[in-house]
Nanobody, 124 residues
Framework: QVQLVESGGGLVQAGGSLRLSCVAS????????MGWFRQTSGKEREFVAA????????YYADSVKGRFTISRDNVKNTVSLQMNSLKPEDTAVYYC?????????????????WGQGTQVTVSS
């Protein structure tokens, strides 16, 4: 089992940047594919980005491609999401998630562990 703790959320003006981090407990972090999702009130959880166990492969939602970058450090047990050129529509609670599946997915239901979420608010 793994526990995930996100940090780095906050309030930023449109066009600004934020960096989210997620720290995982345990010694087997490199066995998990990792993903970032986001959710706003009344909407389903939405895929943002994912990264393979080794970090060699990354995947992005079309809405964030070219603006967000996901990365991981398997020594420090962390996965990060660098968010640039933020837009008001990026406002959401952002969640870090881990999957035991070999191939990372864009589907929230295929992730096994979730963090508590961190709020990102982008003002116009």
């Amino acid at each position: 089992q793994v526990q995930l703790v996100e940090s780095g959320g906050g309030l930023v003006q449109a066009g600004g940047s934020l960096r989210l981090s997620c720290v995982a407990s345990g010694r087997t972090f490199s066995r998990y594919g990792m993903g970032w999702f986001r959710q706003t009130s009344g909407k389903e959880r939405e895929f943002v980005a994912a990264i393979s166990r080794s970090g060699d492969n990354t995947y992005y939602a079309d809405s964030v491609k070219g603006r967000f970058t996901i990365s991981r450090d398997n020594v420090k047990n962390t996965v990060s999401l660098q968010m640039n050129s933020l837009k008001p529509e990026d406002t959401a609670v952002y969640y870090c998630a881990a999957t035991t599946r070999v191939v990372v997915s864009t589907t929230p239901g295929l992730y096994d562990y979730w963090g508590q979420g961190t709020q990102v608010t982008v003002s116009s």
